[in-house]
């Protein structure tokens, strides 16, 4: 008995046959493989986060200390962020995963349970040159504050810790909100070097894809593809979060 006709199952047959011999891609091929390219979006998407989130934990109390101008503390602030934004962040992802290796007294210690594992290696990276980056951006946000804000909290009685708590910096905070949406863009293409360190992130997942099936650019394409996807969400949401916090600054009737 001869089956009946599948309309579907020959219409995904089509798609598929265009998709390998007249499309300029085969995005059948990439499709298939979704979970490689969203295991990597997700792990691309957690570096980003923890470098933003543990870099700016670093990164305040620094420039809070930068802006003051403690002596000593001040120079060893601006010597660390010298030293981690003169130099590449794939440098220093490569002296934490290989170099500390090297030493016995790290192997032995607690923290080798972190540093032997490369995903880590590249987070802490990560929160490290990101937290050099957002030291100046949180500086400048502090020097960008009204000196008559300042001279206000002193007439009504704040001491210098309760003015900084409740008006300095949420108002220094504010005004970096576009250097931060760049510093997230800017670590977002950086990530891509996760994957010298055999993590898979977004590129990974690419080359990967691209090395599994002998593929010259499919796999960079799709990585582009999601790329663009993140950068696009990622200025929309600090677009709206800058609207919603700057928005007493707006004049009436906007």
Same mark, same amino acid.
């Given at each position: 008995?001869? +089956?009946?006709?599948?309309?579907?199952?020959?219409?995904?047959?089509?798609?598929?046959?265009?998709?390998?011999? =007249?499309?300029? @891609?085969?995005?059948?091929?990439?499709? =298939?493989?979704?979970? @490689?390219?969203?295991?990597?979006?997700?792990?691309?998407?957690?570096?980003? %986060?923890?470098?933003? $989130?543990?870099?700016?934990?670093?990164?305040?109390? /620094?420039?809070?200390?930068?802006?003051?101008?403690?002596?000593?503390?001040?120079?060893?602030?601006? #010597?660390?962020?010298?030293?981690?934004?003169?130099?590449?962040?794939?440098?220093?992802?490569?002296?934490?995963?290989?170099?500390?290796?090297?030493?016995?007294?790290?192997?032995?210690?607690?923290?080798?349970?972190?540093?032997?594992?490369?995903?880590?290696?590249?987070? @802490?990276?990560?929160?490290?040159?990101? #937290?050099?980056?957002?030291?100046?951006?949180? &500086? $400048? $946000?502090?020097?960008?504050?009204?000196?008559?804000?300042?001279?206000?909290?002193?007439?009504?009685? /704040?001491?210098?810790?309760?003015?900084?708590?409740?008006?300095?910096? +949420?108002?220094?905070? &504010?005004?970096?909100?576009?250097?931060?949406?760049?510093?997230?863009?800017? %670590? %977002?293409?950086?990530?891509?070097?996760? =994957? /010298?360190?055999?993590? @898979?992130?977004?590129?990974?997942? $690419?080359?990967?894809?691209?090395?599994?099936?002998?593929?010259?650019?499919?796999?960079?394409?799709?990585?582009?593809?999601?790329? /663009?996807?993140?950068?696009?969400?990622?200025?929309?949401?600090?677009?709206?979060?800058?609207?919603?916090?700057? &928005?007493? %600054?707006?004049?009436?009737?906007?």
């Amino acid at each position: 008995m001869t +089956p009946a006709p599948d309309p579907i199952a020959d219409i995904l047959a089509a798609i598929k046959t265009f998709s390998e011999t =007249s499309a300029p @891609i085969d995005f059948v091929l990439i499709l =298939s493989h979704w979970d @490689i390219f969203l295991q990597g979006m997700l792990n691309t998407v957690a570096l980003v %986060l923890i470098g933003l $989130g543990f870099g700016a934990v670093i990164a305040l109390p /620094m420039a809070i200390a930068r802006w003051q101008g403690t002596p000593v503390v001040s120079s060893l602030v601006g #010597a660390f962020v010298y030293v981690f934004r003169g130099t590449p962040m794939l440098v220093q992802a490569y002296l934490i995963y290989y170099g500390l290796a090297q030493f016995e007294a790290v192997r032995d210690s607690i923290f080798w349970t972190v540093l032997r594992e490369p995903w880590w290696c590249v987070a @802490i990276a990560f929160a490290i040159n990101s #937290a050099a980056y957002q030291v100046e951006i949180y &500086r $400048g $946000g502090l020097d960008a504050v009204p000196r008559g804000e300042i001279e206000a909290t002193i007439a009504i009685g /704040m001491t210098r810790t309760m003015a900084l708590r409740h008006l300095i910096l +949420p108002s220094a905070l &504010r005004r970096c909100l576009p250097m931060i949406a760049n510093e997230s863009l800017f %670590l %977002l293409h950086g990530s891509a070097i996760a =994957s /010298m360190l055999t993590v @898979i992130d977004i590129l990974g997942a $690419g080359r990967k894809l691209n090395a599994q099936y002998y593929l010259a650019y499919e796999g960079f394409l799709a990585a582009t593809l999601i790329y /663009m996807v993140l950068v696009w969400g990622i200025t929309r949401i600090l677009a709206l979060v800058e609207r919603r916090t700057m &928005r007493h %600054l707006q004049p009436l009737g906007t």
